[in-house]
């Protein structure tokens, strides 16, 4: 950790320690990080004697409903956020989001606390935050959740739901690192798995469940998804794309879908792989999911469309047809 860090955490340590009432944020679609990091906090905070209040876009599924618990108050708000106008918490924490708009409507809520901790591991300058704790080399999230509960003093062993919070933070890393295969894992995201799985025990189930099993409507979209797969530019490129009807005939989530573009990079000799589905925020418009396996960078393109994301994972929304996206994304991988 350089010292900037060691002074952002201080900071972020000293509103924690200041504030009575804490509210969390994720992002909408929260995924094993999101909400392993919105949970892991609000454990941490509870058991510090914080009152702690979780605000979710979207119920986050039963995937993930061993990371809650009817000791943490969790309000799953959607667009509707009038009935919280007056809450104002001395604190608000928004974990894994780069961007203000990846807390949509809530940010209303948000920006009513007295102070804000942007807690996050993604390339953005959207500082919103009072103490802004972000570091590109976290595989996850959670990787920093875990070093600010050793900050706080936290002991996971000793601590109430000190098992709970160990169980949401080694969520988030398992997830986000994809199982600890992905390039964004390091040294240190073993470290801190290692130290959390000292406190969880054994993990098989939880992986099993979050990993292997599937609802038969994610077969039935990846086999739409699959049998239309296009190779393209020499076979660097794969691209599929599926539709609001097909998700609805198959009765697939945005969840489900979401590994789909990752599947497409795995196949031999592929660079870059694209998934269009329907834009979660505009149905005109196509939501594009990119991947990539080593050298082409789908955060720069994806910010250059006024999306976002990782290197190796990132996404946008773009109006037009599947024939334009394939043209620009084979330009953007010819520039490599
Ligand atoms: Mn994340």
Redesign the pocket.
């Known amino acids: 950790m350089t010292k900037s860090d060691r002074e952002t955490f201080h900071k972020a340590v000293k509103l924690i320690e200041n504030a009575k009432t804490v509210d969390v944020f994720t992002h909408l679609h929260a995924d094993g ?2 909400v392993g990091s919105a949970f892991g906090i609000a454990y941490i905070l509870t058991d510090l004697g914080k009152k702690v209040k979780i605000f979710l876009e979207e119920d986050p599924g039963d995937k993930f409903r061993y990371l809650m618990d009817p000791e943490i108050e969790c309000h799953i708000t959607g667009d509707d956020v009038l009935p919280y106008e007056n809450e104002k918490p001395d604190l608000a924490i928004v974990t ?1 989001c780069a961007t203000r708009d990846r807390v949509k409507k809530r940010y209303e809520i948000c920006e009513r606390a007295g102070k804000i901790i942007k807690i996050d ?1 993604h390339m953005q300058d959207d500082n919103f935050g009072d103490v802004n704790v972000v570091r590109e080399d976290w595989s ?2 959670c990787e920093g959740i875990f070093l600010l509960s050793k900050m706080l003093g936290y002991d996971f062993k000793k601590a109430p739901h000190g098992k709970k919070a160990a169980i949401a933070l080694y969520t988030g890393i398992l997830t ?1 690192s994809g199982r600890f295969g992905y390039s964004n894992t390091t040294s240190f995201t073993h470290k801190a798995a290692s130290e959390l799985l000292k406190i969880t025990g054994d993990m098989s189930d939880t992986v099993r469940n979050l990993f292997s099993i599937k609802p038969f409507s994610k077969v039935k979209i990846y086999g739409i998804a699959f049998s239309r797969a296009e190779l393209l530019c020499d076979g660097k490129f794969a691209f599929s794309y599926v539709t609001g009807d097909e998700m609805k005939e198959t009765g697939a989530t945005f969840q489900e879908i979401d590994g789909i573009s990752s599947e497409l990079c795995e196949i031999e000799g592929v660079e870059l792989s694209a998934l269009a589905k329907p834009s979660s925020k505009d149905p005109k418009k196509w939501g594009l999911s990119l991947r990539s396996y080593k050298y082409c960078d789908v955060a720069a393109i994806a910010m250059k469309y006024g999306g976002g994301g990782h290197a190796r994972a990132a996404g946008f929304d773009y109006e037009g047809t599947t024939e334009e996206i394939k043209e620009l994304l084979i330009g953007e991988l010819k520039k490599y």
């Open positions: 990080d999101a894994d591991h996850a999230v986000d």
